[in-house]
C-alpha cells in the first residue's frame, strides 16, 4: 500500500523557516516524480514545486526563490525547505505522487497533509 | 502559465440525479507526447483529495463507474451519472501538461 506521511509543520514567525518532510513506503520511490502541494484554510490548491525521478525541478512563482526541494532516494524522503515565510504560506501542506517513466497517472497518492502557521 | 477554470463553483444535486461539471484551460492540454494530462479529483470534507479521472476519461483504480470524464483539447466534463451521499464535497480538475495547474474547485452537494 502506498503511503506518503508528511512531518515538520507547525507554528513559525512571518520571515521563518521551516523544513517540511514526506516519509514514503509502498512503492519504489525513486522512479516516482513528486510535489508538493498546499491549501489555504478554506481555499482551493495550489501547486508549488515538482522534483522528477530523474531530479527536474520546478517552481510555481508564488514560492521560486523562497521555497527549495529535494528527495533522498535513499531514505524514500521528499522535503520542502521554505525560507523567508509569510502570512499567505499558512496552509495544509501535501506531499503528492507524480507518474513515473511508464505510466502517465499524474497525483495519484496524497498524504494528509501537515498545517503551517505563519503568525507572530 | 495554463489556468484552469471551473464552472459552476456550487452544484446542489438530488440525490440519484446526475451532476456535471467543466473545466476550461487557458491553452491546449495536449503534451507533445499526444497525450493530454487532464485529470479530475475529490475532496471529501476533511479528507485530502483522492484521484478519480486521469488522461480525461481513465478512471482510478476504485472508483466507481458513475464517475466518467470527457472533452479535448481545452474543454474537458465530469460527470456523476446518479449522485450519492457519499458524493458530496468538492472536485478539482488538474493539468500535467506545462507544470501542474488545479482548477478553483466545484463543490457538490445535497439539496
Known amino acids: 500500500e502506498v503511503q506518503l506521511v508528511e512531518s515538520g509543520g507547525g507554528l513559525v514567525q512571518p520571515g521563518g523557516s521551516l523544513r517540511l518532510s514526506c516519509a514514503a513506503s509502498g512503492f519504489t520511490f525513486s522512479a516516482y516524480s513528486m510535489n508538493w502541494v498546499r491549501q489555504a484554510p478554506g481555499k482551493g490548491l495550489e501547486w508549488l514545486s515538482y522534483?522528477?525521478?530523474?531530479?527536474?525541478?520546478y517552481y510555481a512563482d508564488s514560492v521560486k526563490g523562497r521555497f527549495t526541494i529535494s528527495r533522498d532516494n535513499a531514505k524514500n524522503s521528499l522535503y520542502l525547505q521554505m525560507n523567508s515565510l509569510r502570512d499567505e504560506d499558512t496552509a495544509v501542506y501535501y506531499c503528492?505522487?507524480?507518474?513515473?517513466?511508464?505510466?502517465?497517472?499524474?497525483?495519484?497518492?496524497w498524504g494528509q497533509g501537515t498545517l503551517v502557521t505563519v503568525s507572530s | 502559465d495554463i489556468v484552469m477554470t471551473q464552472t459552476p463553483l456550487s452544484s446542489p444535486v438530488t440525490l440519484g440525479q446526475p451532476a456535471s461539471i467543466s473545466c476550461r484551460s487557458s491553452?491546449?492540454?495536449?503534451?507533445?507526447?499526444?497525450?493530454?494530462?487532464l485529470s479530475w479529483l475529490q475532496q471529501r470534507p476533511g479528507q485530502p483529495p483522492r484521484l478519480l479521472i486521469y488522461k480525461i476519461s481513465n478512471r482510478f483504480s476504485g472508483v466507481p463507474d458513475r464517475f466518467s470524464g470527457s472533452g479535448a483539447g481545452t474543454d474537458f466534463t465530469l460527470k456523476i451519472s446518479r449522485v450519492e451521499a457519499e458524493d458530496v464535497g468538492i472536485y478539482y480538475c488538474?493539468?500535467?501538461?506545462?507544470?501542474?495547474?488545479f482548477g478553483q474547485g466545484t463543490r457538490v452537494e445535497i439539496k
Open positions: 522534483i522528477g525521478y530523474n531530479s527536474a525541478i
Open positions: 503528492v505522487r507524480d507518474a513515473d517513466a511508464y505510466n502517465y497517472v499524474h497525483a495519484d497518492s
Open positions: 488538474m493539468q500535467a501538461t506545462q507544470l501542474r495547474t
Open positions: 491553452q491546449s492540454l495536449v503534451h507533445s507526447d499526444g497525450n493530454t494530462y
